[in-house]
Structures are given as structure tokens and as C-alpha cells.
């Protein structure tokens, strides 16, 4: 069986910072890896600016309250888990992701994790270094093969390091610099392509 790698945000759930921004009418929060390729730099100014504008996590917990997985993913996932082993791994953060996975079945999340003091979010913690790579490196290690999915500049060194790569609703930009992946703009264009990968 196959392993299906999912990125989250922008695949399964909306961006979760950017309801945020709609929620404090901050623009900076609404900046995503689609615009900040550099996943340190985007956090540093995401932290700079919850500091900013005091920005409690009590606040992003209730924005996240509101917020509901895309339309389709829940069965999109359903489908998937009927034919491959289905890994998210993601650059969100296990405090912000949790009310969602009860949500989709509970899948297997690979994630990060949060420093909080005091009702404010004041650090973040990787896993490792370029996580999503060395998550398909070790899905290899295993002898499986290994299919990935994900929107945005933080997915292609996973693209890369899989077996196959899918963009999912990827902005022009992305796609327009790494055309060697398919591109699908819904889940049933997703499926299709997912089922081209499993039988060649």
C-alpha cells in the first residue's frame, strides 16, 4: 500500500492565520508561505505582529472555534484512506490543528508545536529541519512509495522527495515555477490524478 502525504492548510483546512487576520482586521497575519516562501521568516513576522497588536492565543482558539474543514475534505479523506495510507504533514502547530482532526477521522498528523506564556503565543518549535522532506525520506526508509499533495512553496521539497508530487489549488505563481508537477483545482481532479499515480 502507498503512502498519500497531505499538507493541510490550503488542502483539508482554510488558513488558519488568515482568519485570524478577518477576525483582528490585521493585514500582516494574512501573509501565508504562498507569499513568504521562508518558513522562519514567516513565523518571525506572524509572532512580531501577535506581539504588535497583543493578540492573545484565547482569541486564535475562538477564530479556530469558528472554522470548519474545507467542503468535500472530510469525504475526500474518507476516499483516500480506502486506498492509501494517509499521512497530513503540515507546518501548522498540534494546538491550532487538534479541532480540526476530530473533524476529519482523526488522521495521522505530523505537525509542530507551540511555546505559550500566559495566554500569548511566544515561540514556535519544529520537529526537525526541512520536516516535510525528512517525513518522505522515512516513509522511503520503510520501503513504501510515496505520493504528496500540498498548495504552496513549503510542499515542494516534499514534492521533490516523493515518488510522485501533485500541487492542490496552488497559487499561478507556484505552479508557474515548478511546472513539472499536475496540478488538480478540486478533489475530484485530485482523486483523478491520485489514481493515475497508484496504477502506473
Known amino acids: 500500500m502507498d503512502v498519500l502525504c497531505l499538507d493541510l492548510e490550503g488542502v483539508l483546512i482554510p488558513e488558519i492565520w488568515q482568519g485570524v487576520a478577518a477576525r483582528t482586521q490585521v493585514e500582516a497575519l494574512n501573509k501565508t508561505t504562498r507569499d513568504i516562501p521562508v ?17 492573545s492565543m484565547s482569541l486564535i482558539e475562538d477564530v479556530i472555534s469558528t472554522l470548519e474543514p ?8 474518507d476516499w483516500a484512506r ?27 498528523l505530523l505537525c509542530h508545536k507551540l511555546e505559550i506564556v500566559d495566554d ?10 526541512d520536516p516535510k522532506r525528512c517525513s518522505i525520506q522515512a516513509f522511503h526508509a520503510l520501503k513504501y512509495r510515496v505520493i504528496a ?23 499561478e505563481n507556484v505552479r508557474a515555477e515548478f511546472p513539472q508537477y ?19
Open 39 to 55: 518558513y522562519d521568516e514567516l513565523m518571525r513576522l506572524r509572532l512580531d505582529t501577535l506581539e504588535e497588536h497583543q493578540i
Open 70 to 77: 474545507l467542503q468535500g475534505a472530510a469525504e475526500f479523506l
Open 82 to 108: 480506502e486506498r492509501f495510507q494517509v499521512a497530513i504533514i503540515s507546518d501548522t502547530f498540534y494546538q491550532f490543528a487538534k479541532p480540526f482532526m476530530a473533524k476529519l477521522g482523526n488522521p495521522m
Open 120 to 129: 500569548r503565543i511566544v515561540d514556535y518549535h519544529i520537529r526537525q529541519p
Open 149 to 171: 499533495a500540498g498548495d504552496s512553496y513549503n510542499d515542494v521539497s516534499m514534492l521533490e522527495e516523493a515518488d510522485a508530487g501533485i500541487f492542490f489549488c496552488a497559487p
Open 182 to 200: 499536475p496540478a488538480a483545482e478540486d478533489y475530484a481532479q485530485l482523486q483523478t490524478l491520485l489514481e493515475s499515480v497508484k496504477s502506473s
